[in-house]
């Protein structure tokens, strides 16, 4: 398996929690990243679908608050930033929308390649999780349907032998159902790359289903938002596995 320095630290899975720029004020982006830093989580996921706050802004509150690793997000490339460690660098493989397949990368990639950023390719999958949700609208693609797990897993399959070195299976952010775990374990056993599986994810007992299920990495945002005190039961669950 590829082992990413940013974010495989250590042994075992990792949970991530997303700071969305567009949706946190500075203070809950404070409570957020303070919590996380003593919850023990393994790196922050920086971005999302809109801009109302800089993403440069936002990492220096990250990194006045924590040294836990950043890793870029990005729902544009207007979410780019020296200031973060790495970015996930994500093809959006379930869609066929050119833009999030390939043309955003030929935009970035010479700034990439000068910057000192770590790139983690990332072939992302979006899956219905019950409601339209902003990837959704914003990349003008359609979600693979929930009960469609051969074609999520050929999807999978498809973008590791592209050479893609981590597959995100994604519900979408504030998903009414998070990712089923027959999806979860159908790619995982047909995959050998980082597992990533996100949205939607509010209890720790779907935590743990996602994670025996095949995770490597989970990630969630939107259930903290106004509960920073999950933040290390969901951390303590993701690493007693
Ligand atoms: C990251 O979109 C997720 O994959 C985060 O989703 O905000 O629903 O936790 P939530």
């Known amino acids: 398996m590829v ?44 971005g999302g679908s809109i801009i109302s706050q800089n993403i440069d802004f936002t990492i220096d509150v990250i990194r006045d608050n924590s040294d836990l690793p950043v890793v870029l997000f990005p729902g544009s490339i207007y979410q780019l930033s020296e200031k973060a460690d790495a970015i996930l660098l994500l093809s959006l493989i379930s869609g066929r929308n050119p833009d ?23 072939g992302y999958i979006l899956i219905d999780g019950g409601n339209k949700t902003s990837v959704e609208y914003m990349s003008n693609t359609k979600p693979v349907p929930s ?19 981590s597959i995100y299976l994604e519900a979408g952010s504030g998903a009414k159902f998070p990712v089923k775990e027959n999806l979860i374990s159908d790619v995982k056993r047909n995959t050998d790359i980082p597992l990533i599986v996100g949205g939607g994810i509010r209890d720790t007992e779907t935590l743990e289903r996602i994670c025996r299920a095949g995770a490597d990495i989970t990630v969630a945002g939107t259930v903290f938002e106004n509960n920073v005190e999950l933040i290390r039961r969901f951390s303590d669950i993701v690493h007693g596995f």
């Open 147 to 165: 009960d469609k797990s051969d074609i999520v897993t050929a999807t999978a399959i498809a973008g590791e032998m592209l050479g893609l070195s």
């Open 100 to 122: 999030f397949l390939i043309g955003n990368h030929v935009i970035a990639a010479p700034f990439l390649k000068k910057s000192s950023l770590e790139v983690i390719s990332s």
């Open 3 to 46: 082992l990413y320095k940013s974010i495989f630290k250590r042994k075992g899975k990792k949970i991530a929690v997303l700071i969305d720029p567009g949706k946190l004020s500075v203070n809950s982006l404070k409570k957020v990243v303070k919590a996380s830093q003593s919850g023990n989580v393994d790196f922050f996921l920086a």
